[in-house]
């Protein structure tokens, strides 16, 4: 019988951890940390509680390490960046992205009134704006960190609504990568109808804490599996929607699948370069994260952005009332105990969630895992390289290769002498010596290797 301590969690997450605890006879363990098999964390910290910490072997917990840290929309947008030429794929799955100031030569010469800017550690739509010019960027953003993102104009619409929808994710273990995509989720559909020109943050914004402030939104009703009429619906509402529009809706949920699948391989390495410092008993965790995906005009999904704590809140405002949602107790139970059910291996588990990716071999680039190898080694676990750090390369053998050494070593030496540098600066640094000695990287990695 699974134990818990919830002791951390607040709120209504806390509402629903209490009845799925009840409705499976598992055990809330209350004030006796120790006893507890799951310690569940609500934000979006990269470490177990200090209970879980202090007996790493008998407790695991919903937080694996680095999911965090990727999950930022500035962090996120470098990680595809930097795995994108090794992952060529993924470079269609995220729209046209700038990371505000570091971008800012980059952004003079865009048409701003193409993007959105949002602040990358935002969430429930808060702090975002629509830039008509750099001045305007320059003025609103002030010395916040800011994710400026080609604005999909053409959405796919639902009664002339703009509408997003939130898949959610379980990553059952890192070695091996085992992720799973839960069959439901959340439709979530603006108020007011989408005009291109109006910029009404009602029908541009597909945020619930904006939308439900709308004297015109219509909460999910109680047949929340068949109401197409409200601003948040089921995956089933929406598919039936979709048939009505003449779109093929397996189609459409394929290429999303698809697109999840790309996506979920492409921060692999990111979470792998993180996961080296943990303890093996670590490796227990798992982690629920939210993406959200955007179709255009044609049915082409796109991600706008990953959350490594999604809301698991079941509330809903009715009438100017608080009042628990059974469409959102629905999605987030079923979430939430296919996650618990799976990452202990339970019998009880049933079909509701889908391995998307099982085999961590075929999934990382054999470049990039040299790459993370080497890193590691002359940082030691860090984060950043120092200089000394980074001379201890020159005892690999093949490292004193007289062309390597000749034509590049000393740029590399000099760089890494500035500054210390992260695994993206890295790698970077390493791809920039590729091109101009005009070699394979495979070929660059066999005078470097470890």
Same mark, same amino acid.
């Given at each position: 019988?699974?134990?818990?301590?919830?002791?951390?969690?607040?709120?209504?997450?806390?509402?629903?951890?209490?009845?799925?605890?009840?409705?499976?006879?598992?055990?809330?363990?209350?004030?006796?940390?120790?006893?507890?098999?799951?310690?569940?964390?609500?934000?979006?910290?990269?470490?177990?509680?200090? !209970?879980?910490?202090?007996?790493?072997?008998?407790?695991?917990?919903?937080?694996?390490?680095?999911?965090?840290?990727?999950?930022?929309?500035?962090?996120?947008?470098?990680? @595809?960046?930097?795995?994108?030429?090794?992952?060529?794929?993924?470079?269609?799955? $995220?729209?046209?992205?700038?990371?505000?100031?570091?971008?800012?030569? @980059?952004? $003079?010469?865009?048409?701003?009134?193409?993007?959105?800017?949002?602040? %990358?550690?935002?969430?429930?739509?808060?702090?975002?704006? =629509?830039?008509?010019?750099?001045?305007?960027?320059?003025?609103?953003?002030? @010395?916040?960190?800011?994710?400026?993102?080609?604005?999909?104009?053409?959405?796919?619409?639902?009664?002339?609504?703009?509408?997003?929808?939130?898949?959610?994710?379980?990553?059952?273990?890192?070695?091996?990568?085992?992720?799973?995509?839960?069959?439901?989720?959340?439709?979530?559909?603006?108020?007011?109808?989408?005009?291109? #020109?109006?910029?009404?943050?009602?029908?541009? /914004?597909?945020? $619930? #804490?904006?939308?439900? &402030?709308? +004297?015109?939104?219509?909460?999910?009703?109680?047949?929340?599996?068949?109401?197409?009429?409200?601003?948040?619906? %089921?995956?089933?509402?929406?598919?039936?929607?979709?048939?009505?529009?003449?779109?093929?809706?397996?189609?459409? !949920?394929?290429?999303? &699948?698809?697109?999840? #699948?790309? !996506?979920?391989?492409?921060? $692999?390495?990111?979470?792998?370069?993180?996961?080296?410092?943990?303890?093996?008993?670590?490796?227990?965790?798992?982690?629920?994260?939210? @993406?959200?995906?955007?179709?255009?005009?044609?049915?082409?999904?796109?991600?706008?952005?990953?959350?490594?704590?999604?809301?698991?809140?079941?509330?809903? =405002?009715?009438?100017?009332?608080?009042?628990?949602?059974?469409?959102?107790?629905?999605?987030?139970?079923?979430?939430?105990?296919?996650?618990?059910?799976?990452?202990?291996?339970?019998?009880?588990?049933?079909? +509701?969630?889908?391995?998307?990716? %099982?085999?961590?071999?075929?999934?990382?680039?054999?470049?990039?895992?040299?790459?993370?190898? /080497?890193?590691?080694?002359?940082?030691?676990?860090?984060?950043?390289?120092?200089?000394?750090?980074?001379?201890?390369?020159?005892?690999?053998?093949?490292?004193?290769?007289?062309?390597?050494?000749?034509?590049?070593?000393?740029?590399?030496?000099?760089? =890494?002498?500035?500054?210390?540098?992260?695994?993206?600066?890295?790698?970077?640094?390493?791809?920039?010596?590729?091109?101009?000695?005009?070699?394979?990287?495979?070929?660059?990695?066999?005078?470097?290797?470890?």
């Amino acid at each position: 019988m699974l134990k818990f301590d919830i002791s951390n969690v607040k709120g209504s997450e806390r509402t629903l951890l209490k009845m799925i605890i009840e409705k499976q006879n598992w055990i809330d363990c209350g004030e006796q940390h120790s006893k507890a098999k799951i310690v569940w964390n609500q934000r979006k910290k990269d470490k177990c509680s200090k !209970f879980s910490m202090d007996r790493p072997r008998l407790q695991i917990c919903n937080k694996i390490k680095g999911v965090g840290i990727v999950s930022s929309k500035a962090s996120t947008k470098q990680c @595809l960046s930097s795995f994108g030429m090794f992952y060529p794929e993924i470079n269609q799955i $995220y729209p046209e992205t700038y990371i505000y100031p570091e971008d800012r030569n @980059l952004l $003079y010469s865009k048409n701003l009134n193409q993007f959105i800017a949002k602040p %990358s550690n935002g969430s429930e739509g808060k702090g975002i704006f =629509f830039p008509n010019s750099m001045n305007d960027l320059i003025k609103k953003a002030g @010395l916040e960190k800011m994710v400026i993102q080609k604005y999909i104009d053409n959405p796919m619409l639902i009664d002339n609504k703009k509408f997003d929808l939130r898949f959610y994710i379980l990553i059952q273990k890192l070695n091996p990568y085992i992720c799973y995509l839960n069959k439901e989720g959340l439709v979530r559909i603006c108020v007011d109808a989408y005009e291109k #020109a109006n910029k009404n943050q009602f029908a541009h /914004l597909t945020n $619930y #804490a904006i939308n439900c &402030e709308s +004297t015109n939104y219509v909460p999910c009703s109680t047949d929340f599996m068949n109401d197409n009429q409200s601003n948040k619906q %089921s995956f089933q509402a929406f598919r039936q929607s979709l048939q009505k529009q003449g779109q093929d809706d397996q189609v459409i !949920f394929q290429n999303i &699948e698809n697109l999840i #699948a790309q !996506f979920m391989k492409a921060i $692999y390495p990111f979470l792998l370069y993180h996961s080296k410092s943990e303890k093996p008993e670590q490796s227990q965790n798992f982690c629920i994260i939210g @993406l959200d995906i955007l179709l255009n005009k044609q049915g082409q999904p796109f991600i706008l952005e990953m959350n490594s704590a999604p809301s698991l809140q079941i509330t809903q =405002f009715k009438n100017s009332k608080e009042e628990i949602s059974p469409f959102d107790f629905y999605v987030k139970e079923l979430v939430v105990t296919d996650a618990i059910l799976i990452s202990t291996q339970q019998k009880e588990w049933k079909d +509701t969630s889908y391995k998307l990716l %099982s085999d961590e071999y075929q999934l990382v680039n054999n470049a990039v895992l040299e790459l993370l190898n /080497l890193f590691w080694y002359c940082g030691k676990g860090m984060k950043t390289l120092s200089l000394s750090q980074f001379c201890k390369i020159s005892n690999f053998s093949g490292m004193l290769n007289e062309n390597l050494q000749g034509v590049e070593y000393q740029l590399l030496f000099c760089k =890494f002498q500035v500054q210390r540098i992260d695994f993206y600066q890295f790698l970077e640094l390493i791809i920039g010596v590729q091109k101009r000695m005009n070699i394979q990287l495979h070929n660059l990695l066999e005078m470097i290797r470890v």
